[in-house]
């Protein structure tokens, strides 16, 4: 089976084609010319042409195919839907960032998952189930694809798009690595979020890891009873032994946790809800990302303007993140 490109870091394509002859460096343009170029690099600086040879046989640089595109008149979001090896398709974001004025940039909200077995009850994704895993080249190339689709530059991925990222920990971690990179496509670990609906271990290893990216928990809910009727990842990964791994994540990185509360009209948004989460998270020092709920089914709203402002209020918190990905957290 051929050596696939853009599925490796740097390090891991050294690892695997050194007896060919490759070199870090060389395993670095390597990766380079595949990201930014999508073909082997030409001949010179340790690629002889007897080796690149070799390595059109033994390497292949897969690509997504691009299914659709469709450009919000609103607010300018670009939503991809491509196709990679294997069932399904999935969705990625081409967000618009305006710093200054003259200064735009994009932020890439790419998917991890086709599908997602999680069931939280106000996400269009999963109620679609679980479809499967993607490759780790199939995440770097959405935000590949949405690079060259764009006139400026993609400074950040956030992982928010299908699935859940701590169930298909070593495939995102090795996107992250190949997205970091240098030779990759260079975005910095700082800006690039990794969202999780809450799975402990997953956490715990993250933390373990000690990665240098982002880390998002949706919580959603401080009631354990409510938080469990809208994201059953409450089952396994009960809210106390979530807040105690997210302890530990602050006291090994020093990082403070964001948390996502994806707000629906009449169940999370009331003084009550602000007061538990207050409780539960006394001492851990969080950042909260209020998310307005986006259920195409109806069956959940967002938040009125009254709900918004009591939930702002007690939680002290600014809302900060309106979610428009289709989904979710
Ligand atoms: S919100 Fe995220 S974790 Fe929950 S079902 Fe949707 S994609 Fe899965």
Redesign the pocket.
């Known amino acids: 089976m051929r050596i696939l490109l853009k599925n490796q870091t740097s390090a891991q394509l050294h690892a695997a084609l050194a007896p060919a002859g490759v070199s870090p460096h060389l395993a670095r343009r390597l990766l380079a010319a595949a990201v930014k170029r999508g073909e082997l690099p030409a001949p010179g600086s340790g690629l002889t042409a007897r080796l690149r040879d070799d390595l059109l046989a033994l390497t292949e640089i897969p690509h997504l195919t691009q299914v659709q595109k469709v450009v919000s008149p609103q607010d300018g979001f670009a939503r991809y839907l491509f196709q990679g090896r294997g069932i399904g398709q999935f969705e990625a974001v081409r967000i618009p960032l305006l710093h200054r004025p003259g200064d735009l940039k994009y932020v890439a909200c790419v998917s991890c998952?086709v599908?997602?077995?999680?069931?939280?009850v106000?996400?269009?994704?999963?109620?679609m189930g679980f479809g499967r895993n993607l490759a780790a080249w199939e995440i770097v190339d959405q935000v590949v694809k949405i690079q060259a689709d764009s006139p400026h530059p993609v400074r950040g991925v956030v992982f928010?798009?299908?699935?859940?990222p701590m169930l298909n920990y070593d495939a995102v971690m090795t996107a992250i690595g190949i997205l970091s990179e240098p030779c990759g496509m260079a975005i910095a670990a700082k800006a690039i979020t990794l969202?999780?609906?809450g799975i402990i271990p997953g956490i715990r290893r993250f933390t373990a890891e000690r990665h240098r990216v982002r880390l998002v928990v949706?919580l959603t809910s401080a009631d354990p009873l409510q938080r469990r009727e809208l994201?059953p990842?409450e089952q396994g990964n009960p809210t106390p032994d979530l807040i105690q791994a997210l302890r530990e994540y602050h006291s090994v990185s020093g990082q403070r946790v964001t948390l996502a509360w994806?707000m629906i009209s009449g169940v999370n948004v009331g003084e009550g809800d602000a007061q538990r989460l207050a409780d539960l998270t006394r001492g851990l020092p969080i950042k909260l990302d209020l998310i307005d709920v986006n259920d195409p089914s109806g069956r959940f709203r967002p938040p009125s303007r009254g709900e918004l402002d009591t939930i702002q209020r007690r939680s002290g918190y600014r809302r900060c993140l309106r979610h428009a990905v289709g989904?979710?957290?």
């Open positions: 998952q599908g997602c077995a999680m069931g939280c106000f996400c269009a994704t999963g109620r928010m798009g299908m699935g859940e969202s999780t609906v949706s994201l990842v994806t989904r979710h957290r």
